[in-house]
């Protein structure tokens, strides 16, 4: 598939604010066969994404009406071919307008067509009059600064300025605008040499460079593709994760011998630092809610033989796990669903969730995965409750209400992180977090 036309149907399947979903309602996106026209595809899904606000009212502006007004499948032709023009500059100008067009008529809904004028008037209007710096808002009035340039609704800045001042919530979107850089844990304190040395080079005979970061057992990562990042994952020298989040599981000082349960651990980035830490004699019991993120942990358990401690479940509370699985663990790590708000830079669609319904979702249902687990935590150990949001609400505000009423839990340890606005130096690049560390009140059980 074109990677344009891609670009469009995976825009048209994500939630974003005014558009509904599927518009092309016969169309699927179907991934490119050539990897440069999927990650040009990729590239265009995400920089949309992060932009979309902006991209909007920039088809207003140049549309002379409401972007309202405007048919949703143009509008996500337009919104891929904005982007383009205005924020990327590896295609021509004239090829991109040309394309949008052809487009348009290409996807073949039967009113779509007539539309492609409609498009190709646009995007001239937009080549034309290039400069719009004095129709966009100032830096000075930062919730319109935020929403129209940044991209950021002006309930999510609100909320940021509240937590940070206006400018460093501005800083903090700004950061969440830019490409993060692919950070990897290396595994078993592996060498940063060996991801060097385990694939050399692209196709285009360009190296891959990796350099460490400021966080011990992490590097930098410019130039491999997704082919050597699985090949590093199943040889068990590295696999891609934020330092943030690399963060959360040495605090849970598993030791070689102990059982382990990672509850709601997603596709097992960290049920393997907690496997590496178990050893061979421990075991790590993975849950998760989600079955598609259960199958893709046990595909990658299949083809990596060293990770034989992990066995993995689907389940959505404790209840529902097998009769033969333990009925107390060591250690515990719950790492809680949330509004990914430390993650932005990651998650771009976060950003336009509704904040009210996840206000009024999220820590009952936080709360609610605490109390469930908690009754399955050795006495003496320990309990890891972490997020990628920098919300209170969903963070200390939680834990807090937790502990009003569990006499048996203690606080060991808190710590919130906030996204690394202040530097674009990627060796100390980290996302945003939190992480509380819990211990259950009595004496250790007896080692197994």
């Given amino acids: 598939m074109n990677p344009r036309d891609f670009a469009v149907l995976s825009l ?36 949309v994404t992060k932009n979309y606000l902006h991209l909007m009212w920039l088809m207003s502006h140049f549309a002379g009406r409401p972007a309202e007004q405007i048919d949703n499948r143009a509008k996500l032709i337009l919104l891929v071919a904005l982007y383009q023009l205005r924020l990327l500059d590896r295609v021509p100008d004239h090829a991109i307008v040309t394309e949008a067009v052809a487009q348009t008529r290409r996807l073949g809904e039967a009113s779509l067509p007539r539309a492609a004028g409609f498009v190709n008037a646009i995007l001239r209007e937009a080549i034309r009059n290039p400069d719009i710096s004095d129709k966009l808002p100032a830096r000075s009035d930062a919730e319109a600064y935020a929403e129209v340039v940044l991209s950021h609704p002006r309930p999510l800045f609100e909320r940021l300025a509240g937590l940070l001042g206006p400018e460093d919530a501005l800083r903090f979107c700004e950061h969440d605008n830019r490409e993060p850089p692919t950070l990897v844990r290396l595994v078993r304190e592996h060498p940063v040499d060996d991801l060097s040395r385990s694939g050399d080079k692209e196709p285009s005979g360009e190296p891959i ?34 330092a943030t989040s690399a963060a959360i599981v040495p605090l849970l000082d598993v030791r070689e011998g102990m059982t382990v349960l990672d509850r709601c651990c997603g596709v097992g980035t960290k049920t393997q630092q907690l496997a590496d830490l178990a050893g061979d004699s421990g075991r790590v019991y993975a849950v998760d809610a989600a079955g598609a993120r259960i199958s893709t942990l046990r595909r990658l358990l299949a083809r990596r033989r060293d990770l034989g401690n992990i066995t993995a479940k689907r389940a959505e509370w404790m209840s529902e796990l097998p009769a033969d699985w333990p009925e107390s663990y060591d250690r515990i790590l719950i790492d809680a669903p949330c509004s990914n708000s430390g993650v932005l830079a990651r998650r771009p669609e976060a950003r336009y969730i509704d904040l009210g319904a996840a206000d009024a979702q999220l820590p009952p249902l936080q709360l609610a995965i605490l109390r469930d687990t908690w009754p399955r935590l050795s006495p003496g150990g320990l309990l890891a409750y972490a997020t990628c949001s920098v919300f209170p609400q969903e963070n200390g505000e939680v834990v807090q209400a937790f502990l009003a009423e569990q ?18 130096e990627p060796t100390r690049y980290h996302d945003g977090g939190y992480v509380a560390l819990l211990r259950r009140r009595g004496p250790p059980a007896a080692s197994r």
């Fill in 12 to 47: 048209d399947e994500k939630r974003l604010p005014g558009m509904p979903r599927q518009t092309f309602k016969r169309r699927s996106p179907v991934a490119p066969a050539d990897p440069r026209d999927r990650a040009l595809a990729e590239q265009i899904v995400i920089g």
């Fill in 209 to 242: 460079l990796v350099v460490s970061h400021e966080q011990p057992s992490l590097a930098v990562v410019r130039g491999a593709k997704q082919a050597d990042f699985a090949r590093w994952s199943e040889a068990g020298i590295a696999q891609v994760q934020d």
């Fill in 407 to 424: 006499a048996g839990a203690e606080m060991i340890d808190e710590l919130a992180t906030f996204p690394s606005f202040s530097t674009d």
